[in-house]
């Protein structure tokens, strides 16, 4: 008996492990579909015209923000490129509060004033997507000086794409994070195309990782096809960060099945419908539900209901961007200065909203007057 | 009241807001070791520790973005630009990342960093040293541009753009750093987007800034032993623009000069002409006239030069052709 109990014993914390794994396995593939089925919405909406301007889709490269992002602690810091509601519903920002910003509208991550290229949550340290190639990654690295400098153990990531690596901004960022010893992931998406130009054409150099060298930074080549692979190697990342504050260069191998945005086709002039095609046989939904099954976490029974819950989830957000109301009129003056009011609505000039009060006579000439215009 | 040169007023102001509020750093090129290329942050490596008083390589555009990063979460960098010329390579870290992020994230994200380092024309540096770029900052929302023409507002101002929640952009005059000035003792800030007569008169509005100031007012004692009485308004913030100030003065003297350094072309003093003729056109006697820099890039030679530059005989020369007396 007294063994059987042994047995029981030390075998109960094994299958919660398993359990505890089984579960987070299902939760890496629900996000994976979570994203997928976003973004087949996001692309079907543009198509309606119900987003605008550019929008730049992420279905192809689920694994590398779900199997990172699974690595991160919720006081870390994220910054992203254009390409970023992948990374945001990774987050955990919700489809809704993502599909009302794509729309435009007032209930959306930056309140209808950001698109599809700035989403912003704050409250998840997701600090923004970027528009401009490359010039984000010197923030990142300023967000991980923030972290030395308060001696704290949080860790910033960033994504960019390959043809960001050609970008001054990438060299003098990364150079600095080394010489500095800050504690930041600088996370490359590899999907072979700076828009319609491949690596190739480019780039004197096709391995990005090796790119690190010129900053004797550590760095990794990662299979961003494969979720777990994906998660590990990031843990790996995170760890030199958060322990050593030792900077590391990923380079992640993906593939993106869409154009660069809605704007420009699958596969055209800069590309082959071969070459997509054969890249489709290493999708990361499809390749991880396999993993899933092979393991006997899942079946394709409960992955069809994952999905379907997916797709319901993702209708709802599109039902409710869809009815969520736009900016009121007066939010197109409002955000350019820190506590500002409109100067129509008779506010408050934001000379005077500083942290400490002005002189004595000074607020008295300033209230004296009418609103500065900005 | 202590008399300090502007540069080591503006030390002073680092000093006060770095030992005031633990958030405060200041980053560049050659700030700490070298104490300064125009030893602004003299000291301040001693008192700070390197953590808070940061050299970087020659990365214009990177360490910007190092300061943009580390204020959108809650630092208060101050960055250096060894001069404003350099400071094009950042531009884009101004504009598109500092300006924007507030309204981008909807007010969620701010960008509380003070950029600051010398501008404008010294002499004989040649072309790509010697140009005034406050029209380009002060033209994006969401900047603020601030340039003191004394030491006491630089002092001042300083320590409000520090304070500011808002990116600010500070462009210290190179030829002033030497100028000595009265400086209040104790605490003195002096609010942004609030401008400054530094000169009282009855016959004629001179609006400027910076470098401008002792120009104008050098041009208004030759005015007033013609018995010309001149009234110098020192904008000290380009961006907000102290419209009321400028319309109360030429309200009073119906006639109004507008002195800068920069360009003619798309300059800072078009935008204060916009605000005159609009909100005081039926004050006006005379059509605002405007005395810029030459529309040139800046010649080295030494006579070249001064022909390029706004001095007081031409200001002197505008005042008379307002008051139609040329």
């Known amino acids: 008996m007294a063994g059987t109990a042994a047995r029981r014993h030390q075998r109960a914390p094994s299958r919660q492990a398993d359990a505890a794994r089984a579960e987070e396995y299902r939760g890496w593939l629900r996000e994976m579909l979570l994203i997928r089925r976003f973004e087949e919405k996001a692309g079907e909406a543009y198509s309606l015209g119900k987003i605008g301007g550019f929008c730049h889709l992420y279905i192809g490269q689920e694994a590398v923000a779900v199997g990172s992002i699974a690595a991160l602690r919720p006081d870390d810091y994220i910054v992203c490129s254009y390409r970023e509601h992948g990374h945001a519903l990774a987050r955990g920002i919700p489809p809704r509060a993502v599909m009302a910003e794509l729309f435009g509208k007032a209930p959306g991550t930056s309140r209808g004033k950001g698109g599809s290229m700035h989403l912003f949550d704050v409250g998840r340290g997701f600090l923004g997507g970027h528009a401009i190639v490359g010039a984000h990654i010197p923030l990142a690295t300023g967000m991980a000086f923030a972290i030395k400098y308060r001696d704290t153990d949080q860790v910033t990531v960033c994504y960019f794409g390959e043809a960001a690596v050609n970008n001054g901004a990438f060299h003098e960022a990364l150079n600095m994070a080394a010489l500095w010893k800050l504690p930041c992931v600088y996370l490359c998406e590899n999907n072979r195309y700076g828009m319609g130009t491949a690596l190739e054409r480019a780039s004197a150099i096709y391995d990005i990782s090796e790119r690190a060298s010129s900053y004797d930074m550590i760095n990794e080549v990662v299979d961003g096809q494969d979720v777990l692979t994906m998660k590990n190697a990031m843990d790996r990342a995170v760890e030199r960060a958060r322990t050593q504050k030792a900077p590391t260069l990923l380079e992640v191998r993906t593939y993106r099945f869409m154009g660069h945005s809605m704007s420009d086709p699958i596969h055209g002039h800069y590309r082959t419908r071969e070459e997509v095609e054969e890249h489709r046989k290493r999708d990361p939904v499809a390749l991880w539900s396999h993993r899933l099954i092979d393991e006997g976490i899942m079946d394709e029974a409960a992955i069809r209901a994952l999905d379907a819950e997916v797709v319901t989830e993702v209708a709802d957000a599109y039902e409710f961007a869809e009815n969520a109301p736009e900016p009121e009129g007066s939010e197109l003056y409002t955000d350019v200065y820190a506590g500002e009011a409109d100067e129509r609505t008779g506010g408050q000039a934001d000379g005077s909203a500083q942290g400490e009060a002005p002189s004595e006579g000074a607020t008295d000439r300033l209230s004296a007057r009418p609103p500065i215009r900005l | ?326």
């Open chain 2, 1 to 326: 009241m202590t008399t300090l040169t502007y540069r080591d007023a503006l030390n002073a102001a680092l000093r006060e807001e770095m030992r005031r509020d633990p958030n405060v750093f200041l980053m560049g090129e050659e700030v700490g070791v070298y104490q300064g290329a125009y030893k602004v942050s003299r000291g301040l490596l001693d008192e700070f520790g390197p953590m808070r008083v940061v050299d970087t390589p020659i990365t214009e555009l990177g360490f910007a973005g190092v300061g943009v990063g580390a204020a959108m979460v809650g630092l208060r960098p101050v960055i250096e630009f060894m001069t404003w010329n350099f400071a094009l390579l950042a531009i884009d870290q101004l504009v598109n990342s500092a300006a924007k992020m507030r309204y981008m994230s909807a007010g969620q994200v701010g960008v509380p960093a003070v950029f600051r380092g010398p501008g404008g024309a010294a002499l004989q540096l040649g072309a790509q040293h010697s140009q005034a770029f406050e029209a380009y900052y002060a033209h994006i929302p969401g900047l603020k541009v601030v340039m003191p023409a004394t030491p006491a507002d630089a002092k001042g101002l300083l320590k409000s753009a520090i304070r500011d929640p808002d990116p600010v952009v500070f462009i210290e005059g190179e030829m002033l750093y030497n100028v000595k000035g009265e400086v209040p003792d104790g605490e003195q800030v002096i609010p942004l987007g609030l401008a400054d007569i530094k000169r009282a008169g009855r016959d004629v509005t001179i609006v400027c800034h910076s470098k401008s100031v002792a120009v104008s007012l050098r041009a208004a004692e030759q005015l007033a032993a013609e018995g010309i009485e001149a009234e110098v308004v020192d904008l000290r913030t380009i961006r907000p623009l102290d419209e009321a100030t400028v319309l109360e003065s030429v309200a009073h003297t119906h006639r109004c000069v507008v002195v800068e350094e920069g360009w003619h072309f798309a300059g800072v003093g078009a935008q204060v002409v916009d605000v005159v003729q609009r909100d005081a056109f039926d004050q006006l006697d005379a059509p605002v006239l405007r005395v810029t820099g030459a529309d040139v890039p800046m010649p080295y030679n030494k006579f070249l030069e001064r022909a390029a530059k706004a001095d007081p005989e031409k200001v002197v020369g505008a005042v008379r052709d307002v008051l139609y007396q040329s």
